[in-house]
């Protein structure tokens, strides 16, 4: 036999120190006192782009859910800041040219370089201490039916426990984003076997070593404390898993809160967990506490002799007499139940592998602390106790006096939320976990831009001239590449996008520009395809716009005869517009669409034999000199434009980039299109851009609701005028408040982009390096005029000698591994 016993550790173990006993419902934990505890993750609104009144209606609602908690509730917000360095893999993009996938590798190594990037997540605990079970039954008797007579106390006691956080999360859902932490049950050995994941536990693992992963629960899910443990090393500085500890306590709080009040926590560029820990007295309690301390204070008012022998003097301490004010004001609002009062406990919980390099983090946390007017220590003798204070459902270790009340609370907790953005595409028409749109390095906390809210990925881009509009629109089409079987149709002014588009292996075509014999370099034959009833149809209604286009009242007269002759041209070879006119009957047709044949001055342009547009996975439409051709030419080109896209949505995903939209807003026929596409591409999987400098335009173009409505993602450019009248209230009316005009008035213009969404609101920079800036940030006219030059002296190849004239080396390189 083999002497075990010196093997044998009788002491406690850290298992021990550790409340967690049993999982008892779906995310409730019962711990070894008696209490149950729930969890939820959550984030709250971004205060940055909040107004003071919109700060403190949080704050005041928070306040009024908390204050109707009394004795035997605690709560616990966690804000966890962590590191983050999830940029989209490359075999997770399908970028199908050299270029694009460039600039996409480019951002990605200066992403990964910063190595600076953090955000923060936001959970919340909930545990009650049911009171002692009264051994008295007369009550129970009297007061309740046979069925709640017969009812065990552990499963009445579990059934109040969920009714009541069912009512606190729904009073926090109309102010937080909220979503319960549950159990997950997962099917493993081809569904022979299920395993059981529980995200409160591993909530609870993460607080005590760091590590956020799934921890599969036993068959019977009881001593969870052995499941949660750790090795930990107590001391001067603790240890927990071979990694140093330190606890910054906050042991001092400023004269007056105000919400937000540390915020600032939430831009450092480190990992951290802030635990702010509030156990609730009930009014009786708070005011007999509070009662003691009015009483050592009036105690201080008066020297000790005076008191003794009942005598008057001058000495008189103001500070105990402001402090015993106080506590008279706290003893009152205790009493009238509008706020509550309890115990808060805050502290700051770092863990690092190098002992030095955590000391220096303590200090900055420190430092920042002290500086918005708290008072902070970092913890030695007293760690282990905060560490174990700061542990969800812990309510023994590390309790801090003096009492605050919940209106306090709602300023001090961590609910300001940086928006980051959805880690994947959140449109359910792209496949499973496709990577979001773009992600930027800005700041110390990144952002994920995603067009998309849901199935609706329509977006309002609006700023002045020269503000940057047109590199992110060209930055955007290159990143949108990165999902498989894209199409992006462009609409631009001014070749701002024909750098990407020429580069990326698109087509580029001058509507309405000559070649140099005065051929137009693109004609059309909208009559060519009339195989279906929609395509006779869309003829039929088409060339009735061109004929009301030339002044002429359209009757039923004029729509028999049009559709008529379009069955006719549908059963013969000729369909040019020429063919059409020649076999119509009615003289009011002939004249008006004499315009658009050869003989008038659009024949060039609308009246070829067979059409010489084909549509490319990118294709962008310059429509500049069409517009200089006016309305009666801009509109049926464009109409016929429009149709050919809509035919090649069929679900693959799709972005139609309008620049300059306020060009079509100003017509009746875009306004109408314009609107049905708001309302029915989404379910094509095709996403409407519209970008518009003139923002008076925008608001007279009469469907400014619908733009509102229908575009729930909304890019604003930096805009110095934004609060003057007039603009403001374009402003006001797509729903920014004060500040956000205040942030889109002193964004810094070509560098910064404000975007706002159902999902949250963020000012972001772009952070363009120099390949991409080479082809979404060339758009003015000497570098269009040499990239045309270099397109036409070495075909295809020429990014690389483009780039080796912007000074960019290995540009070869580069653009092969791309």
């Known amino acids: 036999m083999v002497a075990l016993r010196s093997f044998r550790h009788s002491g406690p173990s850290f298992s021990d120190l550790v409340p967690y006993a049993a999982l008892v419902a779906n995310g409730v934990i019962l711990l070894k006192d008696g209490s149950l505890m729930a969890g939820w993750y959550f984030a709250g609104p971004d205060s940055e782009s909040s107004t003071d009144a919109e700060r403190n209606e949080v704050s005041r609602q928070i306040n009024a859910i908390l204050s109707r908690l009394g004795s035997g509730w605690m709560i616990q917000v966690e804000a966890v800041r962590v590191a983050t360095s999830d940029y989209p893999a490359r075999e997770e993009c399908h970028f199908p040219d050299p270029v694009t996938r460039a600039i996409d590798d480019e951002r990605r190594a200066h992403f990964e370089e910063g190595r600076g990037h953090f955000e923060s997540r936001h959970a919340l605990i909930l545990t009650w201490r049911p009171p002692e079970r009264r051994r008295s039954g007369l009550a129970r008797y009297v007061y309740s039916d046979s069925e709640s007579r017969t009812a065990r106390y552990a499963d009445t006691v579990l059934e109040n426990f969920q009714t009541s956080i069912r009512e606190v999360e729904q009073y926090l859902g109309n102010v937080l984003s909220i979503r319960r932490m549950v159990t997950r049950s997962v099917e493993e050995r081809g569904g022979f076997q299920t395993a059981r994941y529980d995200e409160l536990f591993q909530f609870i693992r993460f607080s005590i070593t760091g590590e956020n992963h799934p921890v599969r629960l036993p068959e019977i899910p009881m001593y969870l404390d ?179 009340n919940t209106r306090n609370l709602a300023d001090l907790i961590p609910l300001n939320s940086v928006w980051s953005g959805a880690p994947t595409a959140p449109c359910p028409f792209y496949p499973p976990a496709s990577p979001p749109l773009m992600l930027v390095a800005s700041g110390s906390t990144p952002f994920r831009l995603n067009l998309h809210v849901d199935d609706v990925g329509h977006t309002l881009i609006f700023g002045p001239t020269g503000s940057g ?59 060519a395809k009339l195989g279906s009833d929609g395509d006779r149809a869309w003829a039929s209604e088409w060339i009735e716009t061109l004929v009301a286009l030339q002044g002429v009242t359209i009757t039923p007269d004029h729509r028999n005869a049009i559709s008529r002759q379009v069955a006719l041209l549908a059963a013969s070879n000729g369909r040019s517009l020429s063919d059409f006119v020649s076999g119509v009957q009615m003289r009011e047709i002939k004249e008006a669409l004499h315009h658009y044949t050869v003989d008038g001055p659009m024949g060039q342009l ?160 772009m952070a363009l390096g120099p390949v991409a800036l080479s082809f979404a940030g060339a758009s003015g006219k000497e570098d269009l005029k040499q990239i045309q030059a270099l397109k036409a002296e070495h075909g295809d190849a020429w990014p690389v000698h483009w780039l080796q004239q912007r000074g960019i080396g290995d540009a070869e390189t580069l653009l092969h591994n791309g």
């Open 606 to 765: 609308l009246d070829a034999e067979s059409d010489g547009l084909s549509l490319r996975s990118f294709q962008t439409f310059e429509i500049e000199q069409l517009m200089n051709l006016g309305e009666r030419s801009l509109v049926p080109v464009l109409t016929y434009l429009f149709r050919r896209i809509e035919k090649r949505l069929t679900g693959a995903p799709s972005l139609i980039i309008l620049d300059e939209a306020w060009l079509m807003l100003g017509h009746p026929t875009f306004r109408d299109k314009i609107r049905e596409w708001l309302k029915v591409l989404r379910k094509a999987n095709c996403a409407v851009i519209l970008a518009t400098q003139s923002i008076s335009d925008a608001e007279r173009s009469g469907i400014i609701d619908v733009l509102k409505e229908s575009c729930p993602t909304k890019i604003c450019l930096p805009n110095g005028a934004a609060r003057e009248p007039g603009t403001r209230e374009f402003y006001e009316r797509i729903g920014f408040n004060e500040r956000q005009i205040e942030i889109v008035a002193t964004a810094l213009p070509k560098r910064e982009y404000y975007v706002a969404s159902p999902e949250g609101r963020r000012l972001f920079d």
């Open 469 to 527: 509009k047109s590199t992110l629109l060209a930055l955007i089409a290159a990143q949108f590449r990165r999902y498989a079987r894209a199409q992006i149709f462009a609409f631009d002014k001014g070749r701002s996008i024909l750098p990407v588009t020429l580069a990326a292996g698109g087509d580029h075509y001058e509507i309405g520009e000559s070649d140099g014999e005065g051929t137009p370099a693109l004609a059309f034959c909208p009559l």
């Open 226 to 404: 052995w499941l949660a443990t750790a090795e930990f090393n107590h001391g001067l500085t603790p240890m927990v898993d071979s990694r140093y500890l330190a606890v910054i306590g906050i042991d001092g709080f400023p004269a007056e809160s105000w919400p937000g009040i540390l915020n600032s926590l939430d831009l450092m560029p480190l990992t951290y967990r802030w635990s702010s820990r509030f156990i609730f007295l009930d009014d009786q309690e708070a005011r007999a506490r509070l009662e003691r301390t009015r009483k050592k204070w009036q105690q201080k008012v008066r020297p000790f002799f005076d008191q003794l022998f009942q005598t008057q003097s001058r000495s008189v301490d103001q500070d105990a007499m402001a402090m015993v004010a106080e506590t008279e004001d706290a003893i009152a609002q205790a009493s009238s139940q509008l706020v509550a009062y309890g115990y808060y406990t805050p502290v700051i919980v770092l863990l690092e592998d190098n002992e030095t390099r955590l000391r220096e983090k303590a200090e900055a946390v420190r430092r920042l602390v002290q500086a918005e007017g708290f008072g902070a220590r970092i913890e030695t003798i007293n760690a282990t106790e905060a560490f174990l204070g700061s542990l969800p459902g812990n309510w023994y270790a590390n309790i801090r006096e003096p009492l605050i």
